[in-house]
Structure formats: structure tokens, C-alpha cells
């Protein structure tokens, strides 16, 4: 059986004018070729549904009991049509990104705010969790992308620089590093430590062993959460580092966070996606507006 849209609405058309000239009118063809889809649409169907006469056009037995049915699969198909144009005029559409937590509480949202000032009806769903989750989360589809530090990925995962920070220490005021006119590594390990507990103290150990063979790190600290570290460093436990994106929070608890250097070490961000999958008009926007939003901060992806 092949019965198409054009017969369909040929139908529909028909029945709601009641008249051949003035269906093929709202349908922008001739009234023969009208005639011509009804008499297909009957042919495929096996079956008359029209009933033709001089004064008037009605349906058959078989027409009544067609038409309501087709008349509902086209009003939701038009709804399905349209609800696609709003995704793609970006009027409506869900955004799932995942984020460590602390670039959750520190960057995105002024930049999901910003988004929904231009973008009112998408909504932006965010997801924040530990740094090795971002992965995960993006793999199984949980989220259409993710935003992290760099980490390996594996074939399912395509990856996009975002930005390339410092590292930065954070102290109290009044804290004897305040009085240094530049900070390095090697004044940082004279005090008490706050790290982060996984990759992250493990990579900056690496990262500083390598650059600087007789300065080694020895947290006194290690907890899950940087808002915890800076809770300990608010209450005179010790000093860490951050990057500088996290300065609202940095600010939150009255902290200094000062360039740390000698050497300088990095860090690299990345917007991660399943590479398989095509992001949709509304995350893909997102993304755009994201790294606009990076640039406008001055951050670059690349090392200078």
C-alpha cells in the first residue's frame, strides 16, 4: 500500500471546504490534480471514500470512518513539524551539560544565566559532579557534552579545547605570602598544603616534581571538594591552588588568590562529546555561547 501526505491532506482539504475548486485552492494546485490524489488514495486504499454529485461532495461509509483518523495523524505530525522548528529556531530545547563541581558553582552559572536571557524557552539542565565523572556521564549519554579538566579519552569520546588557566594560591589576608612580591612553588611547600584528593594532586605532584626536582608537595589536606579546601584556608588550616575562573568563590570567602609562578603550571579544559553524536540546534548553541563567553574573559586555549 502506498498512500502519501499529499493524498492525506488532499483528503482533508476536501472535506473541510466540501469543495474540489476550493481544497485545490488551500492546497496551491489544480482542482484535476486534486481529483487525481483522491482517486490514488482510493485506489491504494482499495476502497471509495468520496462521494461525488452535482450539488454536493460527501463521504462514504468507509470515508467516515477514514477521515477522522487521517485528520488527527496530520494535526500531529503539523505539531511534531513545529515543535522541530522551535528547535531549530532555538525557541525550545533542554541542554544537559555535566561539570566538576567547582567550575558548576563558579562559571556556568553566570553563563547559563546569560545564555537564558537570549535563549528564554531552552532549558539548560547542569549537572555538577567529581571531575571523573564528567566522562562517564558523557559516554552513556546522560548529558549531550561536558566540560573538564583534561583527561585520556577513548574513540567513543571527541574532545575540544576550551581554555588553558594558571594555577593561582589562595590565602587569608594577613597571611605571610601576602607580603611577597612574587610567589613560587618553592614558597607555597613552606606552608601547610590543601589539595584536592585524586588526579588533581597527582598531576600537579608530577607536574612539579618535573619542573622543579627538589621541591616536592606534602599535603596536610586532602579533601573531595574544593569549597572545603577553601573553608580550611578561610579558617587558617592552610594555603591551596585554583584556577582563576573559580574567583567568585575565591571572593565568597574573602580569600587573596595571587599568580603562583616559578614555575607557572597549567591546566587545560576541554568540552567533551560522544564522537558519534551530533549535538542538537540547542546544545550546539550552547557550546557556541560557551566559548564565547570563555574568550570574552580573555582565556586562551593555547599556552603563550
Keep these: 500500500m502506498n ?29 484535476s490534480a486534486l481529483s487525481g490524489q483522491i482517486k490514488e488514495l482510493e485506489q491504494a486504499l482499495g476502497v471509495r471514500l468520496v462521494e461525488r454529485s452535482t450539488r454536493r461532495i460527501g463521504l462514504t461509509e468507509a470515508g467516515r470512518g477514514f477521515y477522522p483518523l487521517v485528520d488527527k495523524i496530520l494535526q500531529d505530525l503539523e505539531g511534531v513539524l513545529h515543535g522541530i522548528d522551535d528547535l531549530k529556531a532555538l525557541k525550545k530545547g533542554v541542554v544537559r551539560v555535566a561539570a566538576p563541581q567547582l567550575m558548576a558553582c563558579t562559571l556556568l552559572p553566570d553563563v547559563i544565566a546569560a545564555f537564558s536571557q537570549a535563549h528564554p524557552e531552552v532549558q539548560v539542565r547542569l549537572a555538577d559532579c567529581e571531575v571523573d565523572s564528567v566522562l562517564a556521564r558523557v559516554a552513556s549519554g546522560e548529558v549531550d557534552f561536558g566540560v573538564g579538566p583534561e583527561r585520556p579519552t577513548g574513540a567513543d569520546i571527541a574532545a575540544q579545547p576550551l581554555f588553558e588557566l594558571p594555577f593561582m594560591v589562595v590565602f587569608p589576608p594577613g597571611h605571610a605570602l601576602e607580603a611577597l612580591p612574587r610567589i613560587g612553588w618553592s614558597d607555597v611547600v613552606q606552608h601547610p598544603f590543601i589539595a584536592l584528593q585524586g588526579q588533581f594532586t597527582e598531576l600537579l605532584t608530577h607536574d612539579l616534581h618535573g619542573a622543579l626536582r627538589d621541591l616536592t608537595l606534602r599535603p596536610s589536606h586532602e579533601v573531595a571538594f574544593m569549597s572545603t579546601a577553601l573553608s580550611l584556608v578561610h579558617a587558617g588550616q592552610g594555603i591551596t591552588t585554583c584556577l582563576p575562573y573559580a574567583d567568585s568563590l575565591v571572593n565568597l570567602y574573602q580569600l587573596q588568590m595571587r599568580p603562583l609562578l616559578g614555575p607557572e603550571l597549567r591546566r587545560k579544559f ?35
Design 270 to 304: 576541554q568540552v567533551y562529546q560522544r564522537a558519534s553524536a551530533t549535538l542538537a540546534p540547542a546544545a550546539a548553541e550552547f557550546a557556541r555561547f560557551l566559548y564565547a563567553q570563555v574568550a570574552s574573559r580573555g582565556w586562551n586555549t593555547t599556552s603563550e
Design 3 to 31: 498512500v502519501t501526505l499529499r493524498q492525506l491532506r488532499a483528503l482533508v482539504a476536501l472535506v473541510r471546504t466540501g469543495s474540489f475548486t476550493q481544497a485545490a485552492a488551500s492546497l496551491h494546485v489544480t482542482q
